[in-house]
């Protein structure tokens, strides 16, 4: 059954998370490239971890998960999430992955982004939209700058991955810097 979307874009549309897809995040999130490119090299989860957080999000009001399915063929290929949302201030962070690694790079995420932009800044009244990635995730980075991003900071050294150092590099977004769909 196909899932419900709740907002389309060109190729990705964003559904909720069902508990159904436990396996699938168990399978992804058990690669640890995932990880590393969250910032927690050596991580990995199993289902029971999975089922954990699932009931942990579900009615957590601080942060909205989105599925991120692609349009042609109904396959779920990642998440995407606005965290630490203060409606108060109109501020959140976002967070992505993807997860099956033959769709990385090739314009899902960034796809994704700007939807999620589009239902951060139209349905939340959100006004500033932060993220931080790890210098070497480039594929994440151009994705970023794609739906409008720019670099605000960079903190020099902040990441160790097999004994090397790199940088974080902290992007935000505002709503006027954001074209929203009539």
Not at 106 to 127: I, N, P
Request: net charge negative; with cysteine; hydrophobic share 40%.
């Amino acid at each position: 059954m196909r899932r419900p979307a709740i907002l389309s874009g060109e190729r990705v549309y964003l559904g909720a998370i069902k508990r159904e897809d436990i396996p699938l995040f168990t399978r992804w999130y058990g690669d640890p490239e995932i990880y590393c490119y969250e910032g927690k090299p050596g991580l990995f989860t199993n289902e029971v971890q999975e089922l954990e957080w699932y009931e942990a999000q579900v009615n957590d009001q601080s942060r909205r998960n989105f599925a991120i399915v692609l349009k042609d063929n109904d396959s779920l290929i990642g998440l995407v999430s606005l965290l630490k949302l203060d409606l108060l201030h109109g501020t959140a962070e976002l967070a992505i992955s993807i997860g099956p690694r033959d769709a990385r790079g090739k314009g899902y995420g960034t796809d994704a982004v700007r939807l999620v932009l589009e239902y951060g800044f139209r349905h939340l009244s959100l006004y500033n939209i932060s993220l931080w990635h790890v210098e070497f995730n480039e594929r994440g980075h151009q994705a970023y700058i794609n739906a409008g991003f720019q670099v605000v900071a960079r903190h020099r050294g902040r990441f160790l991955f097999n004994g090397k150092r790199y940088d974080t590099i902290w992007m935000d977004i505002v709503r006027d810097e954001f074209p929203l769909q009539d």
